[in-house]
């Protein structure tokens, strides 16, 4: 070995490049290609060497400076895709990194191999940080400078890569590359494009702090800079092209250039044709620049109105109404186009914000003079906000509505109503009427005044019906509780007793049961259509073993033993009519129908405490007396069970503690409690878990390691308290997500446990829809909780059932005022706004009870951010104008005089919604007629 | 899954002419199918909205509104005829139709001929077409022949897409999909801007489909179900006719008769032109599996008298179909479900504001056509030996063979029900299960 090589392999062993670099410096090509094979060794040794990455990284890097120091491309690692050659991958990853490194620079500068070039060429592809590596040797002479796309496009994607050498630095070492390289990539198609998408680094996690390397240095370009000036107007070339997504990006680099005034108005009629174009943001964009043109005076009056009228339609108010001040702008310059800008102002005056019409409108009554100016006014007025055409001197019309005619008529209904609830409700309604006062909500008692009005439910007669049904709930597409019922049932009734082609009938069955097992694997008690999955399989082979009881204390626990009851039935083989299953739709069992049930079963049904317990909870309110007459003397158990649920006052201690309680639910005070339980204290929810919130490198860490049979270890985080939380929270996830609606179901006259929890609410808003569902303060808070739910279909029902409430008179503005009387949050306050303001559009009714709640919940939001609560503020306007009234509660006008104080927005507002007339009612005939009519409709016809 | 190859004679284009104006030069496939090669010559009256419409159709077959992953898409199809221009796509999970009609009066001094056609409608294209001002004049060319023999062979150029054969299928079936809608309501210019600045986000693909309910002179979209108004799964999906709120004059809701989710139409009219999208019954549901033909495809002998039809359908807007009556020979009811099952096939386009059929030869379905209907294909291989069937009260019970067990079918009537897993999930409202099909053939063969 000669002292150069043992030198050079010294340095390569402690890891020193640099010295590798100096121990090569003047060497010839043969005395490098002398070395050359013991540094390829060296250099694969270390590649070999276990530790590679940590600990010889330094020995690795000084390695393969010498061999580019000492090889040539056909002895030089060759380039390898790392999906097919990993090993080499990493061996060229090594030589690249050499070739990055300054010691590695310093090697290529000293030797200046003739094939650099086409080295050049190959990294190009590769990019990245080896962009920078050929820059640097194009701007130390040691190749050319390229001309190639590859290289083009690398200045902007690359050029300030690892930020090690910012671009300003780099421009200062080689201005070429402001001056060559980037208006030839300006010359590619859509070079423009490479550039603003390169514009924007991204730093490597968990910061991933954005920076910007091109538009800084291009931002501070003077004036006129050809460059500046080709940009320019490329980029708003481009942003007027089909951009979709990337009009963001366009618009961001344009902005962040500053392009002035000058610079925009020698552009303005570029900005007029973006100002048409289709993506919302682009317009917003030429509109706001096509403002500086106008203050500075360049702006044709004639092209702003003739090109700006559709961008007066635009979704954003602020766009719209920067347009709508532009076409003013051009009406004060030369009004004899007052005109045409009418014209092209009749999309703002149909704006859905009264903002843009109310711009509108301001402009054009300078002008109204100018007939053609006044038909586009009087065109407009039916789709203005009613605030607006009250500055038009619209009057709203006062509700056309017979209020004396209607008590009247009211009263004579009354008469002959006779008693109920109904009745009780319309002599308040015309009572408060009468006074001028809103009426208190109708009383929905559905335990005490439910008839027999819903469509019957009639047992399974035929092996073939069972099995539709039986299907249906298999193939989960049941689409009515009945379904289980009449499934239930005539599994219990069918016995062993099979016709002869009873596999041919049932075999789609079996198959689709099993087909659940094979693909769901669910154990017992997971979910209802497995659950009758298991019930199939014990009316196939009812010598299975039938799982063990549940608790009772949920719905789903109800549910399970329910089905579970089914399968012993079936285990004894003996044909059994349920006594729960409901007479009707609305799931209720009519008395006399349960005593029949009685009669024909006997005692033997108490077998099944739970079947009784739930037909004890769905007996009907009427035609009890009828049951009690039918059971008289009757001296069975399941008789007197019967008697007793029906008010006969007997004892019932011989029954099953389940129908015990269910016949104490049904006398006592059955809807103070949930019903499930039947007076036992509810077990509260579990705190909440989000998963995503789970610290799971902590809980691995905390991990307890179990060494496996097999080898290898187990992490157990079982005993973690955070693992415990989130076991408890999904097990009354997964009990609750049992079947709402089969659940409620089964207790028909009261379902306020529904609400006290989001999960089942979630499910069940939809029947709030009912007009006979009650409304109790749980489930007016969960509808107002739906109401600011991020997604648009659930805010879109929870609206829908508000509206409905407040139509049939179950809501009326105090219990929608004590529902919202909780602070809002400044996040979901634009939804209920928008809610609240969809209500009260729909009639009359709904805009006086949605205006004298929100006044009366005044201190629920009046702290709210500027936006959401100018929105507020605006509607209340809105509906103060229509209704001809101010805000009655003094609360209100007090909160409301603290915030008119000031020149804001909110302050404008608050003046306007005050210097509404507070005197006299607040509650206008039209609502009040709304209100009575709704009463008359629920009298029993 | 099927490729369909587009070739196409050159590239679309927009080019100025020699007198500077602005020419959209579309490339279209070079062996066009139907009857004469596609030519169209005209001036546009207004170059912006024509170049939104052409976007917003390029737009729809771009999308793919269920699972928006990587979307498959076809070039819009062109058809011409009796002066005027429809404009069709189908969005990649064959949910929306989209079809834009360029009436005579948007047009000028047009020469036409008639056909239908792929356009290509590139990124160029498109980035040109978004440029476009009123103040510039667009012509609009398709098919040159000074271009075409010159370019014909130098120039051509193929773009090969990878197409499930439920995208074949759905283009037909939502043609189908507009039989028999009737218009719920008619908005003016400010109610349409407004129902379209206002469209609720795009939920869960499961979320039940709103109703769109009139309210005075608006329509608003709710969750609680009402008969016989438009059932309207994401509506979201109307996002395409954003861009032409500014032009709309008016904005027809289509829908057909009942309740439960169903499919809803889109018309909206512009000065000149109209813009229709139909929406699918739900976000998740494309039309390729709604099986509205399926009794009369599965039945030979419609088939091939539909097929007789074809050659006697002109280009004209609307079909004739007393013509076509006496051309054949049959009533007039019986030319309108041969029309349907064409429709079905993707042979003749709807048009529902006509109330009528128009001839439009999708070029790449032809041959294609005996795939389309995998439930008559699979209905037809189950054998006579496979299925029992026995007089019951007012029908038939019918059992068929599947596999290890059979299926019940009773028909009574028009009524029929299964024990299938496609019956229990759609219970009829997506056409007929293979099994109902054959029970049909059977009984029928049987009387």
Redesign the interface.
Same mark, same amino acid.
């Given at each position: 070995m000669t002292d150069t090589e043992k030198r050079l392999h010294a340095a390569i062993d402690s890891g020193d490049a640099d010295a590798v670099a100096a121990s090569l410096v003047a060497l010839s090509e043969a005395e490098r290609a002398d070395l050359e094979p013991g540094v390829a060794r060296r250099a694969d040794e270390l590649h070999r060497s276990p530790d590679w990455m940590v600990l010889t990284g330094q020995q690795l890097t000084a390695a393969h400076v010498a061999w580019l120091g000492t090889g040539t491309p056909a002895s030089l690692p060759p380039e390898a895709d790392i999906h097919d050659d990993q090993d080499g991958w990493y061996r060229r990853i090594h030589l690249q990194k050499a070739c990055a490194s300054a010691a590695g620079h310093r090697v290529l500068a000293d030797r200046r191999p003739e094939w650099l070039p086409k080295l050049v060429d190959e990294y190009l592809h590769y990019g990245h940080w080896l962009w920078d590596w050929a820059w640097r040797l194009i701007v130390d002479g040691l190749v050319p400078r390229p001309d190639s796309e590859l290289y083009l496009r690398g200045v902007a994607a690359y050029a300030g890569f690892g930020g090690d050498e910012p671009l300003p630095d780099m421009l200062d070492r080689d201005p070429a590359l402001l001056e060559v390289d980037l208006p030839a990539l300006l010359a590619l198609p859509d070079g423009i494009g490479a550039l603003v998408h390169g514009d924007v680094r991204v730093g490597t996690p968990p910061a991933r702090i954005q920076r910007r390397v091109w538009s800084p240095v291009l931002a501070a370009l003077p004036s006129g800079n050809p460059l500046r000036e080709r940009i320019l107007t490329g980029l708003l070339e481009a942003l007027g092209g089909d951009v979709g997504g990337e009009a963001a990006a366009y618009r961001q680099f344009l902005t962040e250039l500053r392009p002035t005034a000058a610079e925009f108005t020698a552009r303005r009629q570029a900005l007029l044709r973006l100002a048409g174009h289709r993506v919302p943001s682009v317009v917003g964009f030429a509109v706001k620049a096509l403002g500086q043109v106008d203050r500075a005076g360049q702006l044709d009056p004639a092209d702003a109105v003739d090109r700006l009228g559709p961008v007066t339609a635009a979704t954003s108010a602020g766009t719209a109404r920067a347009a709508v001040k532009l076409i003013g702008a051009a009406m004060r310059r030369q009004p004899d186009l007052a005109a045409a800008a009418a014209i092209a102002l009749v999309p703002a005056l149909s704006h859905s914000s009264a903002d843009v019409q109310r711009d509108a409108v301001h402009l054009l009554q300078a002008h109204a003079t100018d007939e053609r100016v006044a038909a586009v006014l009087a065109d407009a007025r039916a789709d203005l906000a009613r605030t607006v055409a009250g500055e038009l001197g619209e009057v709203p019309a006062a509700g056309d509505v017979d209020l004396d005619g209607l008590l009247a008529e009211a009263r004579r209904r009354l008469a002959q109503a006779g008693d109920g609830p109904a009745a009780t409700d319309l002599a308040a309604a015309i009572e408060a009427t009468t006074a001028g006062a809103e009426p208190p909500p109708v009383t929905v008692r559905p335990w005490r005044d439910a008839r027999p009005t819903a469509a019957p439910v009639t047992p399974i007669e035929s092996l073939d019906e069972l099995v539709e049904e039986l299907l249906r709930v298999v193939d989960r597409t049941v689409s009515a509780t009945s379904t289980m019922e009449r499934a239930l049932d005539g599994l219990a009734a069918s016995g062993t007793l099979r016709p002869a082609d009873f596999g041919r009938r049932v075999g789609p069955l079996i198959v689709r049961a099993n087909d659940v097992f094979a693909t769901d694997s669910p154990g017992w008690g997971e979910n209802v259509h497995s659950d009758f999955c298991y019930l199939v399989a014990n009316w196939m082979e009812p010598a299975r073993v039938v799982a063990g009881p549940e608790p009772l204390d949920s719905a789903r626990g109800w549910l399970v033993e329910r089905i579970r009851e089914v399968a012993l039935v079936l285990q004894r083989g003996t044909p059994t009519r349920l006594f729960a299953p409901p007479t009707d739709e609305a799931d209720w069992i009519d008395p006399i129908v349960l005593a029949e049930r009685a009669l024909a079963a006997g005692d033997a049904a108490l077998d099944r405490p739970v079947d009784v317990a739930v037909a004890v909870a769905r007996l009907a309110p009427w035609g009890r007396s009828a049951a009690l007459d039918r059971l008289r003397d009757k001296p069975s158990t399941i008789a007197a069970v019967v008697r007793a649920a029906c008010g006969s006052g007997e004892d019932v201690c011989a029954a099953p503690d389940p129908v015990r309680r269910a016949v104490a639910w049904q006398l006592g005070q059955p809807h103070a409690g949930p019903p499930y339980l039947f007076g036992d204290p509810e077990p509260p929810p579990p705190p909440p878990v989000d998963w995503r919130s789970l610290d799971l490198l902590s809980m691995h860490e905390r991990a307890e390691q179990i060494p496996m049979e097999g080898g290898g270890i187990c992490y157990d985080t079982t005993h973690l308290p955070e693992f415990q939380a989130a076991r408890r929270w999904f097990d009354y996830l997964r009990r609750e997500g049992y079947s709402t609606d089969w659940a409620a179901s089964q207790w028909p006259g009261d379902t306020r446990w529904i609400w006290r929890g989001d999960e089942h609410a979630a499910r069940s808003l939809r029947r709030l829809l009912e007009p006979d569902e009650p409304v109790g303060d749980d489930a007016m808070a969960q509808v107002l909780r739906q109401i600011a739910d991020e997604t648009a279909e659930r805010r879109t029902l929870a609206t829908d059932v508000l509206t409905r409430l407040v139509a049939d008179g179950r809501v009326t503005s105090d219990t929608l005022a004590a529902a919202s009387s909780k602070p809002w949050t400044a996040r979901t306050a634009g939804r209920v706004v928008d809610a609240f303001d969809r209500t009260a559009a729909t009639s009359a009714l709904h805009r006086a009870v949605v205006r004298r709640a929100v006044a009366a919940s005044v201190s629920a939001w009046h702290a709210l951010p500027a936006k959401p609560l100018c929105a507020l503020l605006f509607l209340l306007d809105e509906w103060c104008t229509a209704d001809g009234c101010g805000l009655g509660s003094a609360d209100a006008r007090r909160v409301l005089a603290i915030l008119s104080e000031g020149r804001s927005k909110t302050a404008g507002l608050a003046r306007r919604v005050l210097a509404h007339p507070s005197v006299g009612t607040d509650w206008p005939p039209d609502a009040a007629a709304a209100a009575l009519e709704a009463r008359v409709a629920r009298l029993p016809q | 899954m099927t490729d369909v190859v587009l070739a196409y004679e050159r590239p679309s284009r927009l080019v100025a002419d020699t007198s500077g104006l602005r020419v959209l030069d579309l490339g279209h496939t070079a062996v066009p199918a139907g009857g004469a090669e596609p030519f169209f010559d005209g001036w546009v009256a207004q170059p912006?909205l024509v170049a939104?419409l052409l976007?917003a159709v390029a737009a729809v077959a771009r999308s793919r509104y269920f699972r928006p992953i990587s979307a498959r898409s076809l070039d819009p199809i062109l058809t011409s005829g009796d002066g005027r221009l429809r404009l069709e796509s189908f969005s990649s999970c064959c949910g929306v139709y989209a079809r834009a009609d360029l009436l005579p009066e948007a047009l000028r001094d047009v020469r036409v001929e008639s056909g239908t056609t792929n356009v290509d409608l590139n990124?160029e294209v @498109?980035?040109?077409? +978004?440029?476009l001002?009123?103040r510039d004049e667009m012509r609009l060319s398709i098919g040159s022949t000074g271009l075409r023999v010159t370019t014909r062979a130098a120039e051509a150029f193929e773009r090969k897409v990878a197409l499930p054969v439920r995208w074949l299928k759905g283009l037909g079936e939502a043609a189908l999909a507009q039989v028999g809608m009737r218009p719920y309501t008619r908005l003016a210019?400010?109610g349409t @801007?407004?129902l379209l +600045?206002?469209l609720?986000?795009a939920?869960?693909s499961s979320?039940?489909p709103?109703a769109a309910v009139r309210?005075g002179?608006e329509v608003?979209?709710?969750?609680?179900a009402t008969a016989d108004v438009p059932s309207v799964a994401g509506p979201f999906r109307l996002r395409e006719l954003?861009?032409l709120?500014?032009?709309a004059q008016a904005l027809t809701v289509w829908t057909r008769p009942g309740a439960g989710p169903r499919a809803s139409g889109w018309q909206l009219d512009l000065p000149g032109a109209r813009m229709w999208l139909v929406l699918s019954p739900d976000v998740s549901r494309g039309y390729s599996g709604e099986g509205q033909a399926l009794d009369a495809l599965s039945d030979p002998s419609t088939v091939e008298e539909a097929d007789a039809l074809r050659p006697l359908l002109d280009w004209s807007a609307r079909l004739d179909e007393a013509a076509l009556a006496r051309g054949t020979g049959v009533d007039v009811a019986r030319v309108r479900d041969l029309l349907a099952v064409l429709g079905s096939q993707g042979l003749v386009g709807r048009d529902a504001a006509e109330d009528a059929w128009f001839r439009r030869d999708l070029p790449f379905a032809a041959a294609r056509i005996g795939t389309l209907q995998p439930r008559v294909r699979r209905a037809g291989q189950i054998a006579a030996s496979d299925i029992h069937s026995a007089r019951v009260e007012g029908g038939h019970e019918v059992?068929v063979r599947s596999g290890?067990?059979?299926?019940?079918v009773?028909l009574v009537g028009d009524e029929a029900?299964c024990?299938?897993?496609w019956y229990?999930?759609h219970?009829g409202s997506r056409g007929p299960c293979r099994h109902e099909l054959a029970a049909r053939r059977h009984v029928a063969e049987q009387a």
């Open positions: - | 912006r939104g976007l990124r @498109r980035d040109a077409l +978004a440029r001002d009123d210019s400010a @801007r407004r +600045a206002d609720p986000a939920g869960p979320a039940p709103y309210h002179r608003r979209f709710h969750q609680q954003r861009p709120a500014p032009y059992f290890r067990i059979e299926h019940r009773l029900r024990t299938c897993l229990s999930r219970r």
